[in-house]
């Protein structure tokens, strides 16, 4: 879930009271109304290009969630579900979703385009599950990076691993992002 700010928090206060009148009124055009001015708050006001809004919007639609739902006050869903009217305003539509993700889209599919195919995969994990059994630690830390997937350095360095269940660790550093 995205970091809440104080300035959302403080903007809730205010929109949150507004949401649930509206919609016990079943007042749509209102709450279209409304969303519009989250939006154009949070794009005039708050500067927040779109990329950025997704944290708010996040933040909101979850608060919104946490409101008891009742015949009055919510809709069926397209999957069936019964939700709170102002999650059909309060939201993106999927073009603009495909638009905010584009960017990273991109990036992700240029990363994979410049990834080199490994040969012989079998062997390789062989030689690192191997390796987890030497005693020199420089091994078994090349092992573990292999069999895990994790760059070298966040082994030897920060790495902290504990048992998420009883087939798979949980790794909680990663070199780039620091802490996690």
């Not at 749509?28 to 997704?54: C, G, K, M, N, V």
């Not at 999927?94 to 599919?109: G, T």
């Not at 082994?155 to 269940?165: D, E, G, I, L």
Request: with cysteine; glycine share 4%.
């Amino acid at each position: 879930m995205p970091k809440i700010t104080g300035w959302e928090r403080d903007s809730w206060s205010e929109i949150l009271p507004q949401i649930e009148r509206l919609a016990n009124e079943r007042n749509e055009a209102e709450l279209a109304r409304l969303s519009e001015q989250i939006f154009a708050y949070w794009r005039e006001e708050r500067h927040l290009s779109p990329s950025t809004i997704r944290n708010p919007l996040t933040n909101l639609r979850n608060e919104i969630k946490k409101v008891p739902v009742t015949d009055q006050n919510s809709v069926v869903s397209e999957e069936g579900v019964r939700e709170h009217l102002a999650l059909h305003y309060i939201r993106l539509t999927q073009q603009e979703w495909v638009a905010l993700n584009a960017p990273a889209r991109e990036k992700l599919d240029e990363r994979l385009r410049d990834s080199i195919k490994l040969k012989e995969v079998d062997a390789l994990v062989a030689r690192a599950i191997g390796l987890l059994s030497s005693s020199n630690p420089s091994d078994v830390a090349v092992g573990v990076a292999v069999c895990c997937g994790r760059r070298f350095l966040e082994v030897m360095k920060k790495a902290v691993f504990c048992s998420k269940n009883d087939y798979s660790p949980w790794f909680s550093w990663q070199g780039k992002r620091g802490s996690r």
